[in-house]
């Protein structure tokens, strides 16, 4: 049987375990987004936080995905196994690129146009929410949409622990040795991440100044 | 004797204590209401820092700055900047916001009421010789050169500050748009009756436009002189600005 004719037959599964894997994403880069822009704005003022805080995004990209799930099951409250523990990985490998990203770009604006945000009278608060944060907005876009990349990726892993997702299929298939059953959630997976860079990079270029 | 609107008290201007050479050395100066200042100077000469020890973004070392009579380290200094208007050259315009935007920024944050901020907007406007209509929703990289500078200027006088302050306006023009530029700007100035404080190193433009032109060299007032005494100033550094402005278009300023 190949691949296609498996997908086919199993159609309402493999959409099921889709939507399973959508939602881990969706869920995951929503935190990893709301945890790596506020933090990366709070880092473009406090030098010491941010070596911290790039030093430790960047340990968590180095773990093994594997490995890093492994670790955080024996874990108490984040821990364990199922889709949670899965959103916690997921969200610390999503972290860096977020959060470098955010940082790079409220730091690379033109120092001209701040200046002239200072001298016009504009207070911290309003040049980095007024001048910075929309400027930087496209560069952050770019983060998140190699995050959301990443995430997709990784999120098949997440099977390994019970969390369900287009893993699955894959981990199913490599017990059974049957590379149609791999594909079933490898191709889904992969056509998630192209979309899913293919849609973001739309907003990031509506997101570029001139 | 009026009360000058900015004032320089002995201030001194340095990076930092270890390095010998300050970038501006024991500055005294005296600006009046309704005057249009020309710093002149070459790189380096610390004119871009004088006109910055006014509106705060940088402080003196030592000596004291006071505008309106009152000590720049004393003033709120979102206060003092707001009614300070800053242009610099092209570049300081914001790339994400329309040519409105950009100009009612100042009144926006000043909380003016909209009705007085759209007839603002068209004031100025019409003020720097662009149509309001035509322009409102442009952004800055739609514009060329001399229309940036001409919205840079209207930016400044949104908020309707006493002062301005102008770093090399016209520096980045082409010679014809930058002609035409200090023209209407002559005007602009007699009409609106601010205190104008400029930098520049074209000592044409410090002349033409300058009731009072102010020469730095290595971070020292040298000259300080109206563009009629000007000429005739025997001081080496005014000769040489002199020549080199005679050199460049083959005939006298």
């Not at chain 2, 973004?57 to 004291?64: F, I, Q, Y």
Request: with cysteine; aromatic share 6%; proline share 5%.
């Amino acid at each position: 049987m190949n691949a296609l004719q498996f997908m086919l037959s199993h159609r309402s599964e493999v959409l099921a375990a889709t939507r399973e894997h959508l939602i881990l994403v969706l869920i995951s880069m929503a935190i990893a987004s709301m945890i790596g822009v506020p933090l990366g704005m709070v880092i473009v003022g406090h030098p010491r936080l941010r070596v911290v805080a790039l030093a430790i995004a960047s340990v968590m990209q180095t773990i093994p995905s594997l490995a890093l799930f492994g670790f955080l099951i024996p874990l108490p409250l984040i821990g364990g196994i199922g889709a949670h523990t899965a959103i916690v990985a997921l969200v610390l490998y999503a972290l860096l690129p977020i959060l470098r990203n955010t940082y790079v770009g409220l730091t690379s604006v033109d120092p001209s146009i701040l200046e002239a945000a200072e001298g016009m009278g504009m207070t911290e608060y309003q040049i980095l929410f007024r001048v910075r944060l929309p400027l930087a907005s496209s560069v952050i876009m770019a983060g998140i949409r190699t995050a959301a990349v990443i995430t997709i990726g990784v999120a098949t892993i997440a099977a390994a622990i019970g969390a369900g997702g287009l893993g699955t299929f894959i981990f199913r298939g490599v017990a059974m040795v049957s590379d149609a059953v791999i594909l079933a959630g490898a191709i889904p997976a992969a056509i998630l991440a192209l979309l899913a860079d293919f849609i973001l990079g739309l907003v990031e270029r509506r997101l570029r100044v001139v | 004797m009026r009360n000058p609107i900015i004032e320089f008290r002995q201030v001194e201007y340095q990076i930092s204590t270890i390095s010998s050479q300050p970038i501006l050395s024991v500055v005294s100066l005296q600006i009046h209401r309704g005057e249009t200042i020309a710093l002149l100077g070459r790189s380096g000469s610390g004119k871009t820092t004088l006109l910055k020890l006014i509106n705060g973004l940088r402080r003196a070392t030592s000596g004291h700055v006071l505008v309106q009579g009152r000590d720049v380290r004393d003033w709120d200094i979102i206060r003092l900047r707001r009614g300070v208007g800053y242009v610099i050259q092209e570049t300081g315009l914001f790339p994400h916001l329309t040519v409105r935007e950009n100009v009612c920024l100042v009144p926006q944050l000043e909380n003016w009421p909209s009705d007085r901020i759209s007839a603002r907007y068209v004031e100025v406007l019409q003020s720097v010789g662009l149509s309001p209509s035509l322009y409102s929703q442009r952004y800055p990289r739609e514009l060329s050169g001399g229309q940036r500078q001409r919205v840079g200027v209207a930016r400044a006088l949104a908020g309707d500050p006493e002062i301005l302050l102008m770093d090399e306006p016209f520096g980045a023009l082409d010679p014809v748009t930058r002609a035409q530029l200090q023209r209407e700007f002559l005007t602009l100035s007699r009409d609106l009756a601010k205190t104008v404080v400029f930098v520049t190193h074209d000592v044409r433009e410090a002349l033409l436009l300058g009731s009072r032109v102010i020469l730095l060299d290595s971070g020292r007032m040298v000259a300080e002189a109206t563009p009629q005494e000007f000429v005739r100033l025997t001081h080496p550094i005014a000769r040489e600005f002199l020549a080199a402005a005679e050199l460049a278009t083959g005939a006298p300023a």
